[in-house]
């Protein structure tokens, strides 16, 4: 018995891989016989008869009996055993940290949204992280040996494999992700948080069957998420998606980056807030002006409520801002040829006010016959997208399934 062969994972012991093989199965397919098995892995009956009756051993797979169907021999049932692991997820937010436990199933266990958290690039900052991390565990209805895996989301450019992150806690010779396994004690990736929210969303989310999908990302910068055949893309070093730092804009404004012109400097949770200081200053009115008066900072949920609220001028420029953005996803359109463009991020809870000027600029930017192919959805996990994706990232990136 190896109830560890998952985390002492060993890629040429070709059963522990098939084993892997057959969990992965039963998550993207649920239940199903042996006979299901072995012709979906293309294997002989009595090798999944084995791995099966190991993985039982094991304590991943249950047997849930006979299945009833019209005469002949019924076959006996399996499927993943919910209580023999748990994942996981860490989403860095700027002021708050979400948190997320899922079962081996990937059914949520425990989640919990806006820890006051101030995300700031210093070894401080990573410290906290843990310390709430481990919190957070601890408190968890399950022994600490029973969590398998964790997944920590972090912006900027991230390679999951090395476990490097270069934008944010970069203080030592040591990839990220080995730092957080030795204070968080338990196996750790790492992901661009974008690429963790597409994965959360098309799991969980608005996604339902399509397999080549963008998910765009629109936070305080802006980044997309590719899925394509299925499958996350990543390209060489995992530094994908960067669609906000695409050169867009002739102007003198400055990105985070360095550099000028950049989409996300015009099309951005942050272009928001800084075109909304820039007019407010310059005479219009608005309904955050108390708070712009006396210095306060303007944070995504005072923009989104005063959205909501209906504040003219915050629209305007909301408009102005889904139409850059659709312009530029029209681009990504006819580049890609998506069955499905998911809008994602802080910003999609505006609904409609960012939706229709960005489905606005797709029509008049793209080509007729790539964008009828695409349908353009709301993300329906919203903030929650990134924690759920970063839970079950760490089961498929355990399991090999996604790179690791
Ligand atoms: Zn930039």
């Not at 937010?93 to 210093?122: Q, R, S, W």
Request: charged share 25%; hydrophobic share 35%.
């Amino acid at each position: 018995m190896s109830t560890k062969f998952l985390i002492s994972s060993d890629n040429n012991n070709r059963s522990e891989v098939l084993k892997k093989k057959i969990i992965h199965y039963y998550i993207a397919n649920g239940d199903g016989t042996i006979a299901d098995l072995g012709r979906e892995m293309d294997l002989s009956i009595p090798t999944v008869t084995k791995l099966i009756t190991e993985l039982q051993e094991d304590g991943y797979i249950l047997d849930f009996g006979k299945q009833d169907t019209n005469g002949g021999r019924k076959p006996n049932i399996y499927g993943l055993n919910p209580v023999s692991g748990y994942f996981v997820g860490v989403d860095i937010l700027k002021d708050k940290l979400n948190l997320g436990a899922v079962d081996f199933k990937g059914d949520t266990v425990v989640l919990e949204e806006n820890i006051p958290y101030k995300m700031e690039n210093t070894p401080a900052s990573l410290e906290e992280l843990c310390r709430l991390t481990n919190t957070f565990i601890d408190k968890l209805p399950v022994e600490r040996d029973k969590i398998l895996a964790a997944c920590v989301n972090i912006s900027g450019r991230v390679n999951p494999t090395s476990g490097y992150s270069y934008s944010i806690f970069y203080f030592e010779e040591k990839p990220l992700a080995q730092i957080l396994e030795e204070k968080l004690k338990t196996k750790v990736f790492i992901e661009n948080d974008t690429r963790a929210m597409t994965y959360g969303e098309y799991m969980r989310g608005v996604v339902k069957g399509e397999k080549n999908i963008l998910f765009i990302n629109m936070t305080w910068g802006l980044g997309v998420g590719i899925i394509i055949d299925g499958n996350l893309y990543y390209g060489k070093s995992g530094f994908s998606g960067e669609f906000g730092h695409f050169r867009f804009f002739d102007s003198e404004v400055i990105c985070h980056c360095g550099k000028k012109g950049c989409l996300e400097t015009g099309a951005s949770g942050s272009a928001l807030q800084r075109i909304l200081l820039e007019r407010y200053k310059e005479g219009s009115s608005t309904i955050l002006a108390s708070k712009i008066d006396n210095g306060k900072y303007i944070s995504f949920d005072d923009l989104i409520e005063a959205i909501r609220k209906e504040d003219i001028l915050c629209i305007d420029i909301l408009e102005e801002i889904g139409l850059n953005l659709g312009k530029g996803i029209a681009g990504l359109i006819n580049l890609f040829n998506p069955e499905l463009v998911v809008l994602g991020g802080p910003l999609s809870l505006t609904g409609e006010y960012i939706s229709l000027p960005i489905k606005s600029a797709i029509r008049k930017y793209s080509l007729n016959l790539v964008n009828q192919d695409t349908e353009i959805r709301i993300s329906r996990l919203g903030e929650r997208a990134g924690v759920l994706g970063a839970c079950l990232l760490s089961r498929s990136k355990l399991l090999g399934v996604i790179h690791a």
